[in-house]
T-cell receptor
Framework: GNSVTQMEGPVTLSEEAFLTINCTYTATGYPSLFWYVQYPGEGLQLLLKATKADDKGSNKGFEATYRKETTSFHLEKGSVQVSDSAVYFCASMEAGTALIFGKGTTLSVSS | KAGVTQTPRYLIKTRGQQVTLSCSPISGHRSVSWYQQTPGQGLQFLFEYFSETQRNKGNFPGRFSGRQFSNSRSEMNVSTLELGDSALYLC???????????????FGPGTRLLVL
């Protein structure tokens, strides 16, 4: 079946460091891809999404590009802040189905 | 526009009891999906409702059920609670339904259920 694999955490960075969280997917069709973020004690917030190959989603300095050839959707940010500390989930969804999530990556940013 | 709301936010039950959780989607959204989040299994899909009909169902036992009302509000019920049902239950709403390509699901804050 379809699945999403993202890098295990935790990821620990200093403020202003560059962030990459890897995400790959398997799918029978052409899914939409999402990154969600979860802050402590809260639900999931949509961070960004891409719906077709070569689309780039971006929001709040985060970016991810839909790479069909490598079945990847890696999350990047050029300069992280302490407030970015959270759990990040990569997810895929094919038409007519539910979201499939990765296990989540915990990011901890220190000042 | 108000976001997805879930009630109650926290709940403590004992084994064997049943529980009902409520979800109110974003105004105008017609699809509601439910997910269970646990440290061990991560986020798992329970079911989706659209126009009062269950459209998709995940791989959970029949103790987990749901329904949707004409105003799109949804409830999920878990009967005969087990310790392993302790989790954060998240509800998500979508404007037109999960069958749309690229449909974005907007999540509520969740209901944290503890089964003792």
């Amino acid at each position: 079946g379809n699945s999403v694999t993202q890098m295990e955490g935790p990821v620990t960075l200093s403020e202003e460091a560059f962030l990459t969280i890897n995400c790959t997917y398997t799918a029978t069709g052409y899914p939409s891809l999402f990154w969600y973020v979860q802050y402590p004690g809260e639900g999931l917030q949509l961070l960004l999404k891409a719906t077709k190959a070569d689309d780039k989603g971006s929001n709040k300095g985060f970016e991810a590009t839909y790479r069909k050839e490598t079945t990847s959707f890696h999350l990047e940010k050029g300069s992280v802040q302490v407030s970015d500390s959270a759990v990040y989930f990569c997810a895929s969804m094919e038409a007519g189905t539910a979201l499939i999530f990765g296990k989540g990556t915990t990011l901890s940013v220190s000042s | 526009k108000a976001g997805v709301t879930q009630t109650p936010r926290y709940l403590i039950k004992t084994r064997g009891q049943q529980v009902t959780l409520s979800c109110s989607p974003i105004s105008g959204h017609r699809s509601v999906s439910w997910y269970q989040q646990t440290p061990g299994q991560g986020l798992q899909f329970l079911f989706e409702y659209f126009s009062e009909t269950q459209r998709n169902k995940g791989n959970f036992p029949g103790r987990f059920s749901g329904r949707q009302f004409s105003n799109s509000r949804s409830e999920m019920n878990v009967s005969t609670l087990e310790l392993g049902d302790s989790a954060l239950y998240l509800c998500a709403s979508t404007l037109a339904g999960g069958t749309g390509f690229g449909e974005t699901q907007y999540f509520g804050p969740g209901t944290r259920l503890l089964v003792l």
